[in-house]
């Protein structure tokens, strides 16, 4: 069976000082089209128990999955014992996968374990996956040349005008469609605002936003050929 990564924040606070951290359905959708199939650990800067984005509680407390995923004793145990990315080896995955949030801009975009951890995934060939926020978790990864992982590569994450509508502008450090474009990668988006969109290049596998978590859980599936 094989193993899969998710890497999640551990970013409380947004540069407004607003409460965040890892956004629920982008971990809950893809871990149930996965789960039954690979083995799935947890892990982030900081360890055991990343916070939750209490919004995202709020938005989704009527998802059926959602609700599941907060009830589930096997997520706690997962997310209680979650590993520091420092201490975490790429050997021991086939592929990783970066839940969003606006956590990830913060924290894993700068942290140098994961950069080192995101790269390697990557040189090794292996799945290297995020959807909406989560690509932020990628922009430092660099391939065998020492080049961006999204130069040349068509490439999605949320949108400039979808973090304009959520007036979340201020609360993080860069835009993650104009990053991306900046490393050079292809950037795609949905033809409507929250509609989904999985973007594939080789290894490379993103999404736009929270309607795209189940998209690409079932789109890393299909990756691994399960």
Known sequence: ????????TSASKTLTG????????EAAHPY???????TVDFASPG????????ASLKAYESDAECKKFLADATVKDKLASAKKLAEVSAKDYDA???VGGHGPPIDLAVDPANIKLASEFYQAGKITSAVCHGPAGLVGATDADGKSIFAGKAVTGFSNNEEIE????????????????SLGGKYEKADALWA????VDGILITGQNPASAGPIGHTILKALKL
Not at 1 to 8: G, S
Not at 166 to 181: A, S, W
């Open 96 to 98: 990783v996968f970066y």
């Open 196 to 199: 989904p969109k999985v973007v």
């Open 1 to 8: 069976m094989p193993a899969i990564l998710f890497v999640l």
């Open 166 to 181: 959520i007036g979340k502008v201020k609360d993080v450090p860069f835009l993650l469609e104009d990053k991306l474009i």
């Open 32 to 38: 149930y089209i996965l789960a039954p199939h690979a």
């Open 47 to 54: 360890g055991a128990n990343p916070p939750i984005d209490e």
């Open 18 to 25: 607003a409460q965040t951290g890892w956004y629920l359905p």
